[in-house]
């Protein structure tokens, strides 16, 4: 068993946001987000469903042309296939992000 800490090498990049894998385990993937005030916003539109917490930090998103502003503690569910961008972050706002994946069935990727 091994044990880390959310808070371990959690300093800022010097630009954008860094993802870090805590667990990636069959169809489930939690990622820390480790983000800087200088960052670029991107769209993201995904083919899995996406529940973020901000664990420290502000942060401001659009989520389906709606304007949303998160504080520490706040967190959002991110259905598949809805656009989000991260427009504005606070320096050094942390992110949890719970990624899960559709389910393959038992035949996908079995050889043909």
Same mark, same amino acid.
């Given at each position: 068993?091994?044990?880390? /800490?959310?808070?371990? /090498? ?13 667990? /990636?385990?069959? /169809? ?85």
């Amino acid at each position: 068993m091994r044990i880390d /800490n959310l808070f371990t /090498n959690a300093t800022p990049p010097a630009h954008g946001e860094r993802f870090d894998t805590i667990l /990636n385990h069959r /169809n489930l993937l939690i990622e820390r987000i480790v983000s800087t005030s200088r960052i670029t916003p991107h769209e993201y539109v995904q083919p899995q469903d996406e529940w973020v917490l901000l664990v420290q930090g502000e942060a401001w998103m659009t989520v389906a042309g709606e304007s949303v502003s998160l504080k520490a503690g706040d967190h959002l569910f991110l259905p598949a296939g809805v656009p989000h961008t991260v427009e504005r972050t606070s320096d050094g706002a942390m992110w949890l992000a719970v990624h899960l994946h559709p389910a393959q069935s038992p035949d996908q990727g079995a050889p043909g």
